[in-house]
């Protein structure tokens, strides 16, 4: 982590509305409270001793006084981007919080993502309230529905204005956090007071200056149960081959974490890391060393590895502006068949491409928990008057990030650090480069 | 089910050893002991007072005398065709019962199919003892491991008379008996006597004269979680489809049977069924009218579905001489997309092809106690010098069925029967044929 | 079976109005379409050659001329007794089948079984519509809550006069039905055209003339997780009893059944055997004997087992005029405590009582289909104006059965058959008798 | 957290072997980084300032040079104390990483806790090797066997002697880190050079200086379904309990979260809260307003909640000298019918100990990867000769934490922190004290 984060947090105004919540003194948390970035003894000494600054992050929690009357507050929620396991644990508490913690009886929910604020799609808007959202943590997905894409940001807030909205909670990952940002920007340049608060949501777990994102615990469990199934079935033939395409489409946590957990996995695939096909070090030789050795192998893929060999020319993008992806796994099924009929080795290959299975189920309890803890402090930043911030939780805490600092970097794995080390541990794969 | 069903069992010859299960008399099962195959009233009363023949069909169990020593006998075991959960808990349940129950203690298993009898590939012979099987039924897939494809029968029988072998079960589908019914003319041929008894396994449950295959509960179970996140994805965005393509090649009792368990399923195709895509009552034209009515569809469509549209010409055949499918599942996905693109519906398709997670799970306990008393059943049998037989579970009882007979045909669904009936019921679907 | 079971189904008139499914004729049942009880053909060749009656039962289905009026009906569904998987499923395809098959779109829930008739408790009433059930079936429990205990018939009935019903759907099981029939009785006598229609609901899987009852299997697979824990404490400490107790109060059929799929216990006692714990046979010296040989062991008990040692004396009965149990576990528990004691062998007991946990879940995919299919069965006799039966399920086939003929009997465990012949089996137990 | 930590860790002698494992060196980590224990930016500039000391603790890593000559080394592995999910796969990831990482081959396991070490037992010692234990994570419990109870430090200390053991790997709670300090002080006595490093293990997550315990999360999730249960059973009757007791000896951290993760808890009672039975606050008046409020209630209690009522006089302790706990939950099972008995209000109670359940699973991903890292950070600090220190996870980090400091004090729930805070939300239930 660089020195250049920035980690003021935007507020709408002075808060002067004593806290409803009815809590002892000592629970509510000052603005000044903050936690460092980095906890190395030796750096901080050298930093606090030449009088530099020590980066530091506030810490979230219910202010003592608030910005905004509960009893005028307009709120809305919206969600955007691709499935993940606790969007609607998220959804469910910041209802509940608003509601029950500061008497906010006016939520607004945005149907199928920004989609929901443009007039001509003619997607309805959703009252919501205690009593409509206590059961839908029990299903997947997103009971707002979402969807992806851009839409004219001058609208949106032409939306909020019109339904005197002075609160918006977005769910979503760095897409969603773009437009986060210009929506603020827009509501700056009209000078309305309209707090922006996010939760971060990525399945992939690659956002930046977030420890962890909810709903990534949910889908390593299921991506364990489809390697597992992987290896069932390259067990289950001679020269059987499981290969298991996973989410990551920048950052290869779900695809490490899954090859940790399940401890059968021969070749992790992420797209951190470059490999070779070809050549005496190269994925095929090596894959052919290993079915020699024990007639079966399993490789995980994550879907952005590898994309030196299957990019689009010239590139493509998704309805978010997204760059389309090569299909690493398929390109992968068909080098390795052809690999091996070159060489007479009649190989079996099992290709399993779970996303959707992985990404839609109910989160499990720990997610649960978390995405509770994420929504709750998200209104308590919101009531407060705090905008252009997400929720983060960092060094075993919640605290404020401003947004467009989580926009400037994309979290990795770092190929030097213990966490991917144990993962060329468990597979044994080595360098898989030739040079 | 038709009259000319040949229900007699062969055997290696008289049964003149005691069987040395420590049972009262009336625990053994006579071999005269029969049940009708047909449970109608009228039709029996009909038969039998014109003195026509009633169908029946020989009770399994243990025989109060057995053809083979059980200290001489030596056993092979060995399991074909694709994985089905399951089949670990038979190998285990053979080895046991052969073991505790007969006091058989030379089991040997053969590796990868019927790959494992040729000596060319070689595959080691494994011995089976209770310690080596004990655990096995937490896997899923084979711990014997299988494989597709026709092999000499003679060198298989070679093999069978090498390692001195006068039993063998066999553990797979139709393509199994086909194969089981050369060896069993093959060993008639040359006079020795080896039994083959088999044990039913097709994940597909389209096995004639069977009311039930093991592993089909389970990966019933399975596909509904595919099916369930199929529904949390098509629901999450504006005109979502969830399409999940399921196995059956020739019948679709897997995708009606978790049609019936989700009730989430708006389309469901089979094999059995003819359907159109085009025209006011086909396919896209219905799907049309869903979504728009609901803004969500979801679809099940087994394998074997829809070949009409997709079958190659000249058609291909696999390893086993099964008739290579088209992909209905990519196609439909394609047609689909394309559909709404030129009516400007900008729809959401997931595709989700779940087989590998739904067939290599271990079985659930229902499918395991089944798995347990096939087994059971067969290693009877096989001790009574039963030979060319499979076990069957046919109206609420195991009997014994010829392999020749049970190749005659395959099972499927009935279009007009309650079954198929209530899954129209269920999605709505009507007929999706024009005229 | 014996031979004097009645088969005839009452009915509260001709059926009159044609059947507003849209099936093709063929897809009716006719009131005439039967099928035999006993399979075995030497029995069935006896009876019919000396021109004895053959017992044969009213295949279930729709009729394609049903009693009631669907647009004047009112129906109503009561859930009665224990927990069991499934009884939502049931509920739900009550209302969907009455709605969308025939029109019936009045349909009440009464709260909390038959406390929900009776003025006195207050218990609203609730109306059932399909978007009120759609969900239902993910839940475990009853949506419309149950209760235990007699309620003065009269008084019922006076309440289904009130609210003009005239059909009655009852989910429970013996104590349920003997209510059912005693309800039918004061009917019948007041001369009212009121139809009784009974699904039957017990986890003990104990009713007579009744092959499967809903739940039975997703209980066995709870009882199964159970186990497997009891096994994994048993084998992590020196000398380690694993013991569990299951439902079972008359029939032993869960703990039997999770016996078998497990494969884990040493010690299966059920109600229909009779055991001693005292001498060389007796429970506590052949556990002594399986400690000292394997420092381990795994007991499953059915909380009807061994009442002869724990039964109250004089007998209690709770309110609905059950026997109270005693409560075996816990005296296992103690006895073998103590015994070890004696001996001086340091044992260490874990006792799992996991019922509550195994019968308040969802059912499994295979028993909502099965419940699916019951309801929609219910629905068709009921509309057809068959009245004092109950929908079964025998020799693989959806049939009526009188309630009356129902309670006569309990189904049991049949100790010389092959179920628990292979129990025997896994276990080693053997009799647990002295003499 | 108090100032007086001693963090130092002590080591059996300077490292002078270089370690073996293909690393580049950026990714050894040396002795002197050290992280700070306390993040609060205020705290650490005055501290510094002042030029007191800021409490900091060592980072677990590889070292660059080792202590130990691994193909000298023998190792030896115990496991102590209750079961809890995610043993084995510490065990399994212990003698990986011995034997892959830094080739150590000579790895034994005693069985059976502390009575492992004493002939007097007849406990076998057990050679571990990658083959032995690589699928043992499959399973719950603990693959080498635990105990309760002392055994005589000396003993132990001979038998490691006389074995030629010089390191020994502890999993355990505080029970087990008082014997190994006091092993460790026999071993300082003695003047032998044997290292002793612990992996903490407590279900309830209760052990200080660490911020997560492995295995809690995964029993969470588990306790999380016997909830679920209890509420599917309250709804299910009219004024209907459920009443679920969880594990918790003196901290209620699996309550509490399980009562976060599930939403659906009305009383959380865990050990660290007083609360009142009696009187206008206390718990039995206000279970009464929720019953006729709702009609049904949850209550989860830890085991060591309200030991005012059901504490022993005099106390009582088991083999380990841990104080044996009042049966809580069957107190106030029997409370709760006593008054509501009186008040004539007939509820039903549901009371469900699912401990033993919950804690014998097999773990969880999340739970499989922790177990993973904690066995490797503790093998490369027992290769460094480091000794008498266990591995935690503070901070997002793993670290070294002196076993002397961990025994000190218990981690408990804090009352008045965002946690607790939380949970008092969701339920509602005040502060359940009269004045």
Chains 1, 2, 3, 4 share one sequence.
Request: aromatic share 8%; glycine share 10%.
């Amino acid at each position: 982590m660089t020195e250049e984060v920035s980690t003021e947090i935007e507020t709408l105004g002075p808060c002067k509305i004593p806290n409803p919540m009815p809590l002892s003194p000592s629970c509510f948390v000052e603005d000044n409270t903050r936690i460092i970035l980095r906890l190395n003894v030796d750096y901080l000494k050298a930093q606090l001793t030449q009088e530099k600054p020590v980066i530091s992050l506030e810490v979230a929690g219910p202010r003592p006084y608030i910005y905004f009357d509960p009893s005028k507050l307009k709120v809305g929620i919206v969600t955007c981007g691709g499935l993940c396991p606790g969007i609607n644990d998220v959804i469910r508490s910041l209802v509940m919080t608003l509601y029950y913690s500061y008497g906010v009886d006016r939520i607004l929910g945005f149907k199928y993502g920004l989609q929901g604020f443009i007039p001509r799609y003619g997607h309805e808007v959703i009252e919501l309230s205690p009593e409509k959202v206590k059961d839908i943590h029990s299903m997947g997905g997103t009971f707002l529905g979402t969807s992806r894409g851009h839409q004219p940001i001058e609208e949106i807030v032409d939306t909020l204005e019109r339904l005197n909205i002075n609160l918006l909670f977005m769910i979503g990952g760095d897409g969603t956090f773009r437009a986060a940002n210009k929506i603020k920007e827009e509501i700056d340049r009209r000078g309305v007071k309209i707090g922006i608060v996010c939760v971060p949501k990525t399945i992939d777990n690659d956002i930046w200056l977030v420890s962890k994102t909810f709903g990534f615990n949910t889908a390593v469990e299921m991506a364990c149960y489809a390697i597992r199934c992987a290896h069932t079935e390259a067990i289950g033939v001679p020269y059987g081959i499981g290969l298991v395409k996973l989410m990551g489409r920048h950052s290869g946590f779900i695809a490490a974490a899954a090859t940790l957990a399940t401890r059968e996995v021969n070749f992790c695939l992420i797209p951190e890391m470059d490999f070779d096909l070809e050549g005496p070090q190269g994925l095929l030789c090596k894959l052919e060393k290993r079915l020699l050795a024990r007639k079966h192998a399993v490789i995980v893929v994550a879907e952005g590895a590898g994309q030196k060999y299957v990019q689009k020319d010239p590139p493509e993008y998704d309805a978010s502006g997204n760059l389309k992806l090569g299909d690493i796994g398929k390109f992968l099924k068909e080098k390795i068949e052809e690999y091996f009929k070159q060489k007479g080795l009649p190989v079996v290959i099992r290709y399993i491409d779970p996303s959707y299975i992985i990404r839609s189920v109910p989160a499990n309890a720990e997610d649960r928990i978390f995405c509770g803890f994420l929504a709750q402090y998200a209104v308590h930043a919101g009531m407060a008057g705090k905008t252009g911030l997400m929720i983060s939780y960092l060094n075993d805490q919640f605290v404020h990030i401003p947004i467009k600092e989580a926009i400037k970097k994309r979290k990795q794995v770092n190929l030097y650090g213990r966490f991917w080390l144990s993962v060329l541990e468990s597979t044994g794969q080595g360098t898989l480069k030739n040079s």
